[in-house]
């Protein structure tokens, strides 16, 4: 079982930026494929698309082709922390982010980036961005 704790949503104007980070605990993580996801507003769980995902062994990233260039994915070892670093944002980017994780690797991710992948999720950090 993996525990996962989101922080540093908030509301921010265009074009600015925010760092959220989920800080992970439980067993064996340290081989665990880690991703975000946001859920738009009136969008169903079902609905979540697939933001970035980073794998905890060897640091390697995948995108969504909408954030490429603005968001960064990254991991802390000593802090057993993910980060997303969001720039450039817009209010498009409106959503509840989540923290997930989950055993495969990020290979199978790169081939199916679905919510449906991932076992373990965290409660969610609201990011809003104003016109």
């Known amino acids: 079982q993996v525990q996962l704790v989101e922080s540093g949503g908030g509301l921010v104007q265009a074009g600015g930026s925010l760092r959220l980070s989920c800080a992970v605990s439980?067993?064996?993580?340290?081989?665990?494929?880690m991703a975000w996801f946001r859920q738009a507003p009136g969008k169903e769980r079902e609905e979540r698309e697939f933001?970035?995902?980073?794998?905890?062994?060897?640091?390697?990233?995948y995108y969504h082709d909408s954030v490429k260039g603005r968001f960064t994915i990254s991991r802390d070892n000593a802090k057993n922390t993910v980060f997303l670093q969001m720039n450039s944002l817009t209010p498009g980017d409106t959503a509840n982010y989540y923290c997930?994780?989950?055993?495969?690797?990020?290979?199978?991710?790169?081939?199916?980036?679905?919510?449906?992948?991932?076992?373990?999720w965290g409660q969610g950090t609201q990011v809003t961005v104003s016109a």
């Open positions: 933001v970035a995902a980073i794998s905890w062994s060897t640091a390697s990233t």
């Open positions: 439980g067993r064996a993580f340290s081989r665990y494929s």
């Open positions: 997930a994780a989950d055993g495969a690797d990020l290979g199978a991710v790169v081939a199916a980036p679905t919510w449906r992948l991932f076992r373990n």
